[in-house]
T-cell receptor, first 115, second 111 residues
Framework: GAVVSQHPSRVICKSGTSVKIECRSLDFQATTMFWYRQFPKQSLMLMATSNEGSKATYEQGVEKDKFLINHASLTLSTLTVTSAHPEDSSFYIC???????????FGPGTRLTVL | GESVGLHLPTLSVQEGDNSIINCAYSNSASDYFIWYKQESGKGPQFIIDIRSNMDKRQGQRVTVLLNKTVKHLSLQIAATQPGDSAVYFCAENTGGSRLTFGEGTQLTVNP
């Protein structure tokens, strides 16, 4: 149980385009989903927290107009990187919580490369 | 605040040896801790957790020790195997489900 999927697993795009990443909890209803960003050989940095049906809460320094988060249902959250630039290239990981415990269940991550 | 590291501490062990990975956490109000394993190119995988009312918890080949006095957490892996090679992160929680991650340790197991 507690399986979280992400799609796509890898994406390469041109500078200026927008990219949407989907995060799904496959076997439980996730009241809360989290989006992280991870640079090579660094830790996970929380970008935002999203609760189903409400606006996401962004961490300090994260531009909400650049990283659009939608948590439309209890099993799906999306992160859209708008007008992506090479500095947005990173590993984006989502996680889902709310199964009653305090742990988070992580997706496999999405490698974004912006040319 | 969030933990940001410029490089990962490393630990290299021989196959069959025991490994000890350490983590210092920052928030004395944290009352729940988790160790995650992250293999290259993958998302973090839950290993073991511990609540602040405990000092020690054991799983299969893994033991987590918590010292609240000095805000220190450790993960012990018994009989380390090549498949244990990965980056290990501790994470702390102060309530709700928001986690703050430590900087991580790269474990390399030599055959």
């Amino acid at each position: 149980g507690a399986v979280v999927s992400q799609h796509p697993s890898r994406v390469i795009c041109k500078s200026g385009t927008s990219v949407k990443i989907e995060c799904r909890s496959l076997d439980f209803q996730a009241t809360t989903m989290f989006w992280y960003r991870q640079f090579p050989k660094q830790s996970l940095m929380l970008m935002a927290t999203s609760n189903e049906g409400s606006k996401a809460t962004y961490e300090q320094g994260v531009e909400k107009d650049k990283f659009l988060i939608n948590h439309a249902s209890l099993t799906l959250s999306t992160l859209t990187v708008t007008s992506a630039h090479p500095e947005d290239s990173s590993f984006y990981i989502c996680s889902a919580g709310g199964r009653g415990g305090r742990e988070q269940f992580f997706g496999p991550g999405t490698r974004l490369t912006v040319l | 605040g969030e933990s940001v590291g410029l490089h990962l501490p490393t630990l290299s062990v021989q196959e069959g040896d025991n490994s000890i990975i350490n983590c210092a956490y920052s928030n004395s109000a944290s009352d729940y801790f988790i160790w995650y394993k992250q293999e290259s190119g993958k998302g973090p995988q839950f290993i073991i957790d511990i609540r602040s009312n405990m000092d020690k918890r054991q799983g299969q080949r893994v033991t987590v020790l918590l010292n609240k006095t000095v805000k220190h957490l450790s993960l012990q892996i018994a009989a380390t195997q090549p498949g244990d090679s990965a980056v290990y992160f501790c994470a702390e929680n102060t309530g709700g489900s928001r986690l703050t991650f430590g900087e991580g340790t790269q474990l390399t197991v030599n055959p």
